[in-house]
């Protein structure tokens, strides 16, 4: 559970904040002045504090600067009234995560609160490299195989430097992982490591969010908004999909990346900012330049230092450690031991494709353990949590398979010359389905069959009657 102090001298406001934040699960502790809210930080430092710009004694900049240099790490969300603005844009670009103003509205603070915590926690919780953490429920990238010590060699050498790297990799890879052991590693790691996913934000939102915007720039803006490649300053910041930035954005990127310095919307003023970015991406850029979807002299900015992530079938020796480690993670989530896993679940875990990579495995190995309750994984278990996610969250792979099919089928009605079209298609399909799943079993009959969901004699039935032959390199039991 979070713990967010709020600094403020409004009694009746604490204890509004105190009653919202604690129906949100969160833990509240307040004080009534800089001074109380400095001894409480040196007391126990929560995850997030809440700081009034005007208080009695030492007001919020003076707190927050005291604050900044006791935490550097410790987000801190400035509220202000219209009056004091300026002071909140001050704290801001001396550290501030953000600032809000009074009276606010209660959905946009809760969401400002949910982005400080979630980069508190990219902040502090360090990402192990090559080894398995000391407690479950801390952040790790697992595996020794050749594919992963090239990755965390690269970390390594990149990590003390300044250069802008270019993470890339499939979906589900680890690249977020990547880019905060960076961070952390790095000699910025005191100073601010922001997010910002160019995909979740809508094309409207994102110039604001990334550059901010003056008083005036367009209906709305009310105020002067500090935007996120400001916050940063100082620090790193990390484009996550940036593949799939509008390429207008893209040429204010390269500016940045150039020049060093950034525009507001709505503003003239020319701002010099010290961030490193660091960049991920699972699109082909290559392809994207080509069809002038992603501009080439930005493609050569980024890369200047590239970490690709191997897929999981590329690393499949380290899917008994990552299996085992994600187990001990949700175990304890769930309050439960963490289960061993049988050697044919395992088996299944290196045979299957994973197209979700790292992230797909390790829900499915939640989805197995919530079912399972904590005892031993069995291969049933695997497979029962693999088809759900077939039936539910592969619709978009399940849809390219069907349109095959479909094409198959109208060429086949095309051809009007097999009068038994439908009892060759079905047989042609039932074929090829058994012939799949010995392969995927090694020629294990058993093991087929209830794949299949059929009998053992109905399944060498079959065989028989489509003249299937498979051979394995260690015998099997008939």
């Known amino acids: 559970m979070n713990t967010i102090l709020v600094i403020d001298d409004d009694d009746q406001l604490r204890k509004s904040f105190e009653k919202l934040l604690t129906q949100e699960g969160y833990r509240v502790r307040s004080a009534a002045s800089g001074e109380a809210g400095i001894q409480a930080v040196q007391e126990a430092c929560p995850d997030l504090a809440i700081l009034d710009v005007r208080l009695p004694g030492m007001n919020g900049l003076a707190a927050f600067e005291h604050l900044h240099a006791m935490e550097p790490k410790l987000p801190v969300i400035i509220m202000t009234a219209y009056g004091t603005t300026e002071t909140a844009i001050q704290a801001t670009k001396m550290g501030a995560f953000d600032y809000i103003l009074k009276p606010f509205d209660i959905p946009d603070m809760l969401n400002i609160i949910r982005q400080a915590l979630n980069a508190g926690r990219f902040m502090r919780s360090p990402v192990h490299l090559n080894s398995l953490p000391d407690k479950a429920d801390r952040d790790a990238m697992i595996g020794k195989s050749p594919a992963m010590q090239e990755v965390y060699k690269a970390i390594g050498r990149v990590a003390a430097t300044d250069a802008t790297v270019l993470i890339r990799g499939d979906s589900g890879t680890g690249k977020e992982l990547a880019a905060r052991a960076i961070y952390q590693h790095s000699q910025r790691a005191n100073r601010p490591f922001l997010v910002i996913n160019c995909v979740a934000i809508p094309d409207t939102l994102l110039e604001s969010e990334l550059f901010g915007y003056e008083k005036g720039a367009f209906t709305g803006a ?219 079993t090694d020629g294990n009959r058993s093991r087929a069959a209830k794949l299949l969901g059929i009998t053992r004699p109905t399944l060498h039935a079959k065989i028989e009657k489509y003249h299937l032959s498979f051979k394995t390199s260690v015998e099997q039991p008939d």
């Not at 439960?336 to 050697?343: F, G």
């Not at 088809?387 to 009007?416: F, K, N, V």
Request: charged residues 30%; hydrophobic residues 40%; contains cysteine.
């Open 222 to 440: 009310t105020h002067r908004r500090i935007g996120k490649i400001e916050q940063a300053n100082g620090g790193t910041i990390f484009l996550d999909e940036i593949g799939d930035m509008p390429i207008n954005l893209q040429a204010k990127i390269l500016r940045l990346l150039q020049e060093r310095c950034i525009e507001r919307l709505g503003g003239r003023e020319t701002i010099t900012v010290d961030v490193r970015i660091i960049a991920a991406t699972n699109r082909h850029l290559e392809q994207m330049i080509t069809a002038g979807q992603f501009r080439e002299d930005l493609y050569y900015r980024l890369k200047v230092i590239t970490i690709w992530l191997p897929t999981l079938s590329q690393r499949i020796e380290d899917i008994e450690a990552l299996a085992n480690y994600h187990l001990s993670k949700h175990a304890a989530e769930l309050g439960l031991d963490a289960p061993p896993i049988t050697k044919e679940a395992l088996a299944v875990l290196k045979q299957l494709p994973w197209p979700g990579n790292v992230r797909e495995l390790s829900n499915t190995l939640q989805k197995a353990l919530i079912f399972n309750r904590g005892a031993p994984l069995r291969e049933e278990d695997i497979l029962n949590a693999v088809r759900e996610d077939h039936g539910r969250d592969r619709s978009t792979g399940l849809e390219s398979y069907e349109e095959c099919l479909r094409q198959w089928i109208r060429e086949a009605l095309q051809d009007q010359e097999d009068e038994h079209l439908f009892e060759s298609a079905t047989d042609r399909f039932a074929a090829l389905l058994i012939r799949e799943a010995l392969t995927f």
